[in-house]
């Protein structure tokens, strides 16, 4: 099993520009999460999905959209780049009955 | 106020010494207490966890939740130099809010 991955491994983008940061897991895992983490402040929670199809919200969502077609995929976009959004992104996956979230290697983005 | 709150250090100790990580936390309702372990560039892997109150251990490592002062320990015994890391302390009520801390950088100097 590869686990959870995540591409790319670096990115620089400028402002304005548009991505999307890719992440796959061959768990079979239904519940998918994004993540960023900042210097000294810890992970946040962006968006998370339950299952294919469905998805929702977490604790700092502007400037991202997520969809889940698939339960091994989940995408994170970002259509407009701003520099407060130069962090790592980590990708995150856990079974139904559980507590642990399975980590890829994250993503690491500069906006300038 | 955060949900959690962790020293973020840094923490250096020799080898072999005893290191405690602490975090607390504010919303009584969490019952979900892990604690996670990031080495340099890499993603979070899960280290211990527990529910509720009380003591969790594992090897060189134990857990503790005490939840009359929302308090939640690591200790480190033996400490050695692969345990230099990120320590994470989290919490979790549903099955989705998963709240961390800002995290503890550790060094175990050999």
């Known amino acids: 099993n590869a686990g959870v991955t995540q591409t790319p491994k670096f990115r620089i983008l400028k402002i304005g520009q548009s991505m999307t940061l890719q992440c796959a897991q061959d768990?079979?895992?239904?519940?998918m999460y994004w993540y960023r983490q900042d210097p000294g402040m810890g992970l946040k929670l962006i968006y998370y999905?339950?299952?294919?199809?469905?998805?929702d919200k977490g604790e700092v969502p502007n400037g991202y959209n997520v969809s889940r077609s698939t339960t091994e995929d989940f995408p994170l976009r970002l259509e407009l780049a701003a520099p407060s959004q130069t962090s790592v992104y980590f990708c995150?996956?856990?079974?139904?009955?559980?507590?642990?979230?399975?980590f890829g290697p994250g993503t690491r983005l500069t906006v300038t | 106020q955060k949900e959690v709150e962790q020293d973020p250090g840094p923490l250096s100790v020799p080898e072999g010494a005893i290191v405690s990580l602490n975090c607390t936390y504010s919303?009584?309702?969490?019952?979900?207490f892990m604690w996670y372990r990031q080495y340099s560039r890499k993603g979070p892997e899960l280290l211990m966890y527990?529910?509720?109150?009380g003591n969790k251990e594992d090897g060189r490592f134990t857990a503790q939740v005490d939840k009359s002062s929302k308090y939640i320990s690591l200790f480190i015994r033996d400490s050695q130099p692969s345990d230099s890391a990120t320590y994470l302390c989290?919490?979790?009520?549903?099955?989705?809010?998963?709240?961390f801390g800002t995290g503890t950088r550790l060094t175990v100097i050999p």
């Open positions: 995150a996956s856990r079974r139904d009955r559980g507590y642990e979230q399975y």
């Open positions: 768990m079979n895992h239904n519940y």
């Open positions: 999905s339950v299952g294919a199809g469905i998805t």
């Open positions: 919303n009584s309702a969490f019952q979900y």
């Open positions: 527990t529910y509720s109150s």
């Open positions: 989290a919490t979790q009520t549903g099955a989705n809010n998963l709240f």
